[in-house]
């Protein structure tokens, strides 16, 4: 079945560092979705990604999606203590059970004050 | 709704058991998803209803889970003999479906622990 890998699992930083995570597919996606997890939250859904090679930015977040639509990546510049919490990708594939979305097991960002 | 309501927050119960998870899902939205999220791990799918019908079961992880949405709404996640395996923040999503995009919108999940 359709495997989505997420790398590092943690990650600490100093306030005003920058921060990337990196999501990569077994499979080709037909799209990505990035969630954000706040401690003891919910997953709140980010942007989703569709084209290949697409950038979308969100003020500091940049958010990539590879030529091949098998990886992706979502980096952070200058982060904030507002940034802390576990960042997960979310891939769909074509065709079968289209619809349901594989996610990868999390970035956990701390950061330091 | 305004969000996706799920009840009960949390659920503690002994071996064995049986379990019922309650979700409410924003008004309009014909997707309905299940998923279940284990401490230090991202959200596992379970089960995917378009409408009242169960588009997608194939993450029910044995036939001691079974979920209905016999409305096209609410949906039930239903445990029989609950084992401590089980324990785990079961979260609900639902979604607008709209061509090329499934974007969830998340409850704030119903966390169980099997003693």
């Known amino acids: 079945g359709q495997q989505v890998m997420q790398i590092p699992q943690y990650q600490h930083v100093q306030e005003g560092e920058d921060f990337t995570t990196y999501c990569n597919s077994s499979?080709?996606?037909?799209?990505i979705q990035w969630y954000k997890q706040r401690p003891g939250g919910h997953p709140v859904f980010l942007i989703q990604l569709v084209k290949s090679g697409e950038v979308k930015k969100q003020k500091r977040l940049t958010f990539q999606f590879g030529e091949a639509k098998k990886n992706s990546s979502l980096h952070i510049t200058a982060t904030q203590t507002t940034d802390v919490g576990t960042y997960f990708c979310a891939g769909s594939t074509q065709g079968g059970s289209a619809r349901q979305l594989t996610f990868g097991s999390g970035t956990q960002l701390t950061v330091l004050p | 709704g305004a969000g996706v309501s799920q009840t009960p927050s949390n659920k503690v119960t002994e071996k064995g058991k049986y379990v019922e998870l309650r979700c409410d899902p924003i008004?309009?939205?014909?997707?309905l998803y299940w998923y279940r999220q284990s401490l230090g791990q991202g959200p596992e799918f379970l089960i995917y209803f378009q409408g009242t019908g169960a588009a997608d079961d194939s993450g029910l992880p044995n036939d001691r889970f079974f979920a209905v949405r016999p409305e096209g709404s609410v949906s039930t996640l239903k445990i029989q003999r609950t084992e401590r395996g089980d324990s785990a923040v079961y979260l609900c999503?639902?979604?607008?479906?709209?061509?090329?995009?499934?974007?969830?919108?998340f409850g704030a999940g119903s966390r169980l622990t099997v003693l």
């Open positions: 499979t080709t996606l037909s799209n």
């Open positions: 008004s309009g939205h014909t997707a």
């Open positions: 999503a639902s979604s607008l479906l709209r061509s090329g995009a499934n974007v969830l919108t």
